[in-house]
């Protein structure tokens, strides 16, 4: 659990020194549009950036001396699908832990709901186009981590677009209510 703390907290600190950056593109390079369209355009594009760089990086920490890399080794790539099946078992019946299913199932999954959700508010995007772009950047991230100390895995493809079915799904939810 403290992995998650951990993780969110870099994940905000990177979402807070992205908004100059932001700002800065919106007021001098595009004009503004409607104000709900252009916070949630902020809210996401914070979002894409932050998820971007803590994906294709190596495992860090920020605290009050520094950026720490708490992570190192070789890379691990895993091609073969659903092996996650099997992980789970192992560390939920064998070990008699969730860590597994807490931290790389549902984290993949939660990861990528929003951006089922908020492509189809920006763009007319089908299911299969939302789904294709969700693939596409799912594999861009795990073949940038075949370079770093990370895991690399087609399951992780998989949960993400789980993720972005899930997001897809509450979109029109939300678009009938």
Do not use: W
Request: charged content about 15%; some cysteine.
């Amino acid at each position: 659990m403290i992995e998650i703390l951990d993780y969110f907290n870099n994940l905000i600190i990177i979402m807070v020194f992205s908004i100059p950056i932001y700002l800065l593109i919106r007021c001098r390079v595009l004009k503004v549009k409607s104000i709900k369209l252009e916070v949630l355009s902020f809210i996401f594009l914070i979002y894409i950036f932050s998820l971007t760089i803590l994906a294709i990086t190596p495992k860090f920490i920020i605290d009050s001396s520094g950026i720490h890399i708490i992570e190192s080794g070789n890379s691990y790539f895993n091609i073969i699908p659903f092996r996650m099946l099997y992980d789970f078992y192992i560390d939920f019946f064998i070990n008699h832990s969730n860590r597994y299913l807490l931290i790389n199932i549902l984290g993949n999954i939660i990861m990528f709901i929003p951006i089922g959700l908020f492509l189809p508010i920006f763009f007319n995007l089908s299911y299969k186009k939302l789904l294709l772009i969700g693939i596409c950047y799912s594999l861009f991230i795990e073949v940038f981590q075949i370079f770093l100390p990370r895991v690399s895995d087609i399951d992780d493809i998989i949960l993400n677009n789980i993720g972005v079915s899930i997001g897809f799904l509450f979109n029109k939810i939300l678009k009938r209510l």
